[in-house]
């Protein structure tokens, strides 16, 4: 695969993490619990690297930072590839979502020490209205829905914090109701706390 080639991908993504709503790590804080553990997910709508097509893929990510997500230590994180993807769609997949294409992945891979492990697995995504889903069988279960203000038909805005994982979208301030996560020696239940969604568009 050529490390040259031009790549886009955009679509929804979301997360949930052991901060109460809403995270302060997203204001270079420290985490509530003195440590995050973010669950992060990516349907990607539309996307390619190269000539390989990446539409209607998922990503999904855990990362565990022991102390200020900026200032460190620096970061552990495990990737899962979505199942359904060809070999040269899960090379793809893998070099973005590494931050080895650059582009925004890439600056959030320079706060990564050390990557557990990448694997393919059966990936279940869901948005609807205004929750979000995702499940990887006896791994990850994260379910979220977004808060509501004081309009109910508005939804309660993070916009241009200094630290995003979609940088140049407004954040929707959500929260968990099931977020779990058993792997790597983690066995993980932060079901109510924070949750964010958005739109995300990465490219060089």
Request: a neutral charge; charged letters at 25%; hydrophobic letters at 35%.
């Amino acid at each position: 695969m050529d490390p040259k080639a031009s790549w886009e991908v955009e679509g929804d993504y979301f997360e949930g993490c052991n901060c109460n709503t809403s995270c302060r790590c997203v204001y270079l804080d420290m985490p509530d619990e003195g440590h995050c553990d973010a669950t992060v997910a990516w349907h990607i709508e539309k996307g390619h690297h190269g000539s390989t097509t990446l539409d209607g893929l998922n990503v999904l990510a855990f990362f565990h930072s022991p102390g200020h997500m900026v200032k460190g230590p620096k970061w552990s994180a495990a990737v899962y590839l979505d199942a359904r993807a060809k070999p040269d769609q899960a090379e793809a997949l893998g070099k973005i979502f590494s931050g080895q294409a650059g582009g925004h992945p890439g600056n959030l891979a320079a706060f990564i020490g050390e990557v557990k492990g990448v694997r393919s697995v059966p990936i279940t995504f869901e948005a609807r209205g205004k929750r979000r889903s995702v499940r990887i069988p006896e791994i990850i279960d994260l379910e979220i829905d977004a808060l509501e203000g004081g309009d109910p038909k508005q939804d309660v805005l993070l916009s241009n914090p200094p630290l995003s994982v979609a940088p140049g979208f407004d954040t929707v301030v959500s929260r968990s109701k099931k977020n779990t996560y058993r792997d790597h020696g983690f066995d993980l239940n932060n079901s109510g706390k924070n949750g964010f969604y958005s739109r995300f568009r990465y490219k060089p």
